[in-house]
Nanobody, 124 residues
Framework: QVQLVESGGGSVQAGGSLRLSCAAS?????MGWFRQAPGKEHEGVASIRDVITSYADSVKGRFTISKDNAKNTLYLQMNNLKPEDTAMYYC??????????????????????WGQGTQVTVSS
């Protein structure tokens, strides 16, 4: 059974940092982070296809996505956090076949596996 397990969420003050992790039960070619705040749409934050990264404009320069293929683990380093970053963050993953790609922070694929989410709360 495919599993994606997120960790690293928590509560921080504005300007602080958090590092999210997503441990996968298998290798994925494409992985990414999405977030959803109450009353807002599901938003792609950062994604990676092989070594190509993609970020939403709202997090460029503050967030860094990386992937450790040896550990099947995805990371999201979040610096200079803002109250508007408060949301549930979800790990997403897709295999190379039939296809997957990344675009403005979003992972796109016909089949995407999802984690359960980890909450990030940033106070002002």
């Amino acid at each position: 059974q495919v599993q994606l397990v997120e960790s690293g969420g928590g509560s921080v003050q504005a300007g602080g940092s958090l590092r999210l992790s997503c441990a996968a039960s298998k290798y994925y070619y494409c992985m990414g982070w999405f977030r959803q705040a109450p009353g807002k749409e599901h938003e792609g934050v950062a994604s990676i296809r092989d070594v190509i990264t993609s970020y939403a404009d709202s997090v460029k320069g503050r967030f860094t996505i990386s992937k450790d293929n040896a550990k099947n683990t995805l990371y999201l380093q979040m610096n200079n956090l803002k109250p508007e970053d408060t949301a549930m963050y979800y790990c997403a993953a897709a295999s190379l076949l039939p296809w997957c790609t990344v675009e403005v922070g979003r992972l796109l694929a016909p089949r995407i596996d999802w984690g359960q989410g980890t909450q990030v709360t940033v106070s002002s």
